[in-house]
């Protein structure tokens, strides 16, 4: 008896489910093209940020500060004054250099145009020369005792750069220049803490130390060696000053080389200016001698308006009750 046939059951299509199907294949394929094109924006967004990178280092290499404009092109100071304020430029912190206050054996100073962000007009730059150390007398007096720091201001322990400044290799002057430009920017960052009649430091890239300009927009403040002042202002000035030198004191700190001839004056107020050879009062052996010199040239400056002092006497008037401290 042959077997039944069996019954083939048609199958009807579920138009609903074909819907949601086809929709979820939509979906994904709406999910791909969104990627894509996510992707897309992104790697063009990159290509502009590159291309706007680009635009910037040209403008950086092309930058001529008013102040260079006017020097010959094949001057050194020209390419010098652009290699060493030109980071300042890239990051937005001067926009020209439109005069040199004065220049030195060890360095020259610049006035420049501060950009809008940092709050203010003018901006004064330092700029050392790569031999200075060769113009530094008695500079072992001033290293006596000293902290040896690299360019970032972190302790040097390292056998090698101790090694290349005793045999004054090339690598050790770098060394030595860096030690004595951060100490200046140390420094200042110190005493300006601390509220003494310093310029306000702002940066500090390789041989250049940015600080607040004194003066105005058409001359930067003479020094007191550069201007004479009324009879009547002179013990008031003498006293600010000796302030200022117990206030270093006080921060362990001596100027090492204060003279009228780095003391500014404007509006008859005094701001003291140059610290790369100030010295840490506690390890430095020279240290009272340095402090009494100080004292020294700034009385003798101030004798010819009649200010009588004993450099002397008030250096150790200083001196001992610093030395009873408990540090």
Not at 142 to 157: C, F, N, P, S, V
Not at 215 to 220: E, Q, S, V, W
Not at 283 to 288: R, S
């Amino acid at each position: 008896m042959p077997y039944p046939k069996p019954t083939l059951k048609r199958q009807t299509f579920n138009f609903n489910t074909f819907d949601e199907y086809a929709y979820d294949n939509r979906d994904r394929t709406a999910h791909r093209q969104h990627g894509n094109r996510k992707r897309k924006k992104e790697k063009q967004q990159r290509k502009e940020v590159v291309a706007a990178l680009t635009d910037l280092q040209d403008n950086i290499a092309e930058w001529v500060p008013t102040y260079c404009a006017s020097l010959d092109p094949q001057h050194h100071e020209r390419q010098w004054v652009i290699d060493s304020i030109g980071p300042f430029y890239r990051d937005n912190i001067v926009t020209d250099v439109v005069s040199i206050v004065k220049g030195g054996k060890e360095a020259n100073v610049y006035t420049c145009l501060a950009h809008p962000a940092t709050g203010l007009s003018h901006i004064a730059a330092k700029l050392y020369r790569p031999r200075m150390l060769r113009h530094l007398k008695n500079d072992a007096v001033y290293k006596a005792g000293r902290t040896l720091r690299d360019a970032e201001g972190k302790q040097i322990k390292g056998r090698r750069e101790k090694l290349a400044l005793q045999q004054k290799t090339k690598f050790g002057k770098e060394v030595d220049i860096q030690w004595w430009i951060g100490n200046e920017f140390r420094a200042q960052q110190t005493l300006y803490a601390a509220g003494a009649d310093v310029p306000q430091p702002i940066a500090h890239i390789g041989n250049t130390i940015l600080m607040a300009h004194i003066g105005d927009g058409f001359r930067a403040a003479p020094t007191l060696s550069e201007t004479g002042i009324v009879r009547g202002e002179a013990q008031p000035l003498f006293n600010r000053i000796m302030d200022n030198i117990a206030l270093m004191l006080e921060n362990h700190l001596i100027h090492g080389d204060l003279s009228a001839y780095n003391i500014l004056y404007w509006d008859g107020e005094i701001t003291i200016i140059d610290f790369p050879q100030m010295v840490e009062a506690r390890h430095n052996p020279h240290a009272f001698d340095l402090l009494q010199r100080d004292i020294q040239r700034v009385a003798d400056y101030f004798a010819r308006y009649g200010v009588a002092a004993d450099a002397q006497e008030l250096a150790l008037g200083l001196w001992q009750p610093y030395m009873g401290r408990d540090f």
